[in-house]
């Protein structure tokens, strides 16, 4: 489980500094339906012309600790508009925050 089912997680884009705090259940039925959460993380929208979070991962190896809990890409510059948050909730490890710049 990387998110949390009873507290929100926060979808931060700093290109328009909206920051939104999305329940577990919209996260989940967005997924599943291929919703914009969908597109934004997981997918490249529009067959492949739009970036996604996804593009960031598996691209040079393990993402850097640049505090206690903020991660960043691996060749990605301090401070960095893209980085995943993490929190302890319940013994496990949670999503927190995913900070992902968009136009």
């Known amino acids: 489980m990387l998110f949390s089912r009873t507290?929100?997680?926060y979808a931060n884009n700093p290109l328009?500094?909206?920051?939104?705090?999305?329940?577990?259940?919209?996260l989940a039925a967005d997924l599943r339906k291929k919703g914009d959460w969908y597109?934004?993380?997981l997918e490249r929208g529009q067959g492949g012309d739009y970036d996604a979070f996804v593009d960031n991962?598996?691209?040079?190896?393990?993402?850097?600790?640049?505090d206690g809990v903020r991660y960043v890409p691996p060749d990605?510059?301090?401070p960095s508009?893209?980085?995943v948050k993490w929190r302890k909730e319940g013994g496990k490890w949670?999503?927190?925050e995913i900070s992902y710049p968009q136009a």
Request: net charge positive; glycine share 8%; aromatic share 20%.
């Open 57 to 66: 991962i598996g691209q040079g190896g393990m993402w850097r600790r640049v």
């Open 7 to 9: 507290k929100f997680f």
């Open 16 to 26: 328009n500094t909206v920051r939104v705090a999305v329940p577990y259940s919209e």
């Open 76 to 78: 990605s510059e301090i």
């Open 94 to 96: 949670v999503i927190d």
């Open 81 to 83: 508009a893209t980085y």
């Open 39 to 41: 597109f934004t993380y």
